[in-house]
């Protein structure tokens, strides 16, 4: 039984599925937009919530924070400087998920992951 057991494996070691994340979230911060499966969007949008949170904290532990999850040091810097200041006055939901249907070659249902305006 899988009773309390928060998040899904998504058939990957814990080293490869923390790659994966930290991979999808710093493409999400950097485009602002990403297409992906149901299963990693849902995973990953608690992830880029956060880094945005912590760019709205904006202090240096906050900035540490981020960058040892961000890859792209620039993209990091652009949470903080660009973000941040746009998504001040929400409480949260930084991001929207839009099903697409499902993906040609195995049928995976595809959605489009994205941060609201």
Do not use: C, W
Not at 23 to 35: A, Q, R, S
Not at 45 to 52: D, T, V
Not at 62 to 87: G, T
């Amino acid at each position: 039984m899988r009773h309390k057991v928060a998040g899904r494996r998504l058939g990957r070691s814990s080293a490869h599925r923390k790659a994966l994340y930290r991979n999808l979230v710093t493409d999400l911060l950097n485009y602002e937009k990403i297409t992906t499966t149901e299963a990693k969007a849902k995973e990953i949008r608690g992830l880029a919530e956060r880094m945005i949170t912590l760019g709205k904290q904006g202090g240096l532990h906050s900035r540490r924070q981020a960058l040892s999850f961000i890859l792209d040091k620039r993209i990091a810097e652009k949470v903080f400087i660009e973000l941040a200041p746009r998504y001040a006055e929400r409480p949260g939901g930084y991001t929207r998920i839009t099903k697409l249907g499902p993906r040609l070659g195995d049928g995976a249902p595809m959605v489009q992951l994205e941060l609201v305006k």
